[in-house]
C-alpha cells in the first residue's frame, strides 16, 4: 500500500504530466485549473495544494521538463569519445526527446512565442550551460578543419535547436505532405533521419576521398 507521502508525489506528478499535455495542445491561456483537475481526478482545491497557481504550475512543468534535458545532455557528452561520436551522441538524443513526445516541442514551442520574457530565466539555468560546452567542441572542430571555418557555433546552436523543436511541435500538418499510403511512424523516421542529416552536413566539412585510376602509369 502506498504511504501518504508517496501518494502525493503520485497526484502532483500526474497534475505535472496531465497540464504539460493540456498546455502544448491549448496554450497555456486556454487551459483552466478546472480541467487538469477533471484530467488528473481530483477537485480543483487538491491541485491548488500541489501547485498554489496556474503560473506556479506552469513553472512546475517547464521547470522539469528543462531539467530532464540538461540532465541527460552532459552524460552524452562526457560518454562520447571522439567529435564525431559526441556529435552525433547528443544531436540523436535530441531529436528522439522530442520526436518520442513531441508535446515537449509543442510546448517549449509555444512558450517561446507567446511568453519570451518568462521564459528566459529558465533557459539560462537550464539551457545555456550545454550551449556554451557544445559551441566550445564546434570551435575546437573549427582549428582542427574538421567543421566548416565560417560557422558560428553559437548561432549554428540556436539553429538547430529551433529547426528540431519546430519541425517536431509541427509534424502532424508536415505530414501531410507525404504520400497517402506512408505509415506515419516511418515518416517521422524519415524526417528525424533529415534532420540529422541537414544538422550534420552543414557543421562538418566532408572527409578529402582519393580516387584511384585503374588506367594511370602508376597502375
Known amino acids: 500500500m502506498p504511504t501518504p507521502r508517496t501518494t502525493r508525489a503520485d497526484i502532483a506528478q500526474k497534475i505535472l504530466d496531465h497540464a504539460s499535455r493540456l498546455f502544448a495542445a491549448h496554450g497555456f491561456d486556454a487551459v483552466s485549473l478546472a480541467q487538469i483537475s ?3 481526478g481530483i477537485r480543483k ?3 491548488l495544494y500541489h501547485f498554489r497557481s496556474k503560473d506556479t504550475l506552469r513553472e512546475a512543468v517547464l521547470e522539469e521538463l528543462l531539467a530532464h534535458w540538461s540532465d541527460v545532455l552532459p552524460k552524452l557528452l562526457l560518454a562520447a569519445t571522439s567529435g564525431s561520436e559526441q556529435f552525433d551522441a547528443v544531436l540523436s538524443k535530441t531529436v528522439a526527446f522530442f520526436a518520442e513526445d513531441r508535446d515537449r516541442a509543442r510546448l517549449i514551442l509555444r512558450e517561446l512565442l507567446d511568453r519570451p520574457d518568462q ?3 529558465l533557459i539560462e539555468t537550464h539551457v545555456q550551460p550545454w550551449v556554451t560546452i557544445v559551441s566550445s567542441y564546434i570551435r575546437r572542430g573549427q582549428e582542427q578543419g574538421r567543421l566548416w571555418f565560417d560557422a558560428d557555433p553559437q548561432s549554428y546552436v540556436a539553429h538547430v535547436t529551433i529547426l528540431v523543436i519546430g519541425s517536431l511541435a509541427t509534424f502532424e500538418t508536415v505530414a501531410a505532405l507525404a504520400p497517402d499510403n506512408e505509415d506515419s511512424e516511418r515518416l517521422l523516421e524519415r524526417h528525424t533521419n533529415e ?7 552543414s557543421l562538418f566539412r566532408p572527409r578529402p576521398t582519393t580516387h584511384h585510376d585503374p588506367e594511370s602509369p602508376e597502375s
Open 119 to 121: 521564459v528566459l530565466p
Open 38 to 40: 477533471k484530467r488528473v
Open 45 to 47: 482545491p487538491s491541485l
Open 195 to 201: 534532420l540529422l542529416r541537414i544538422a550534420k552536413t
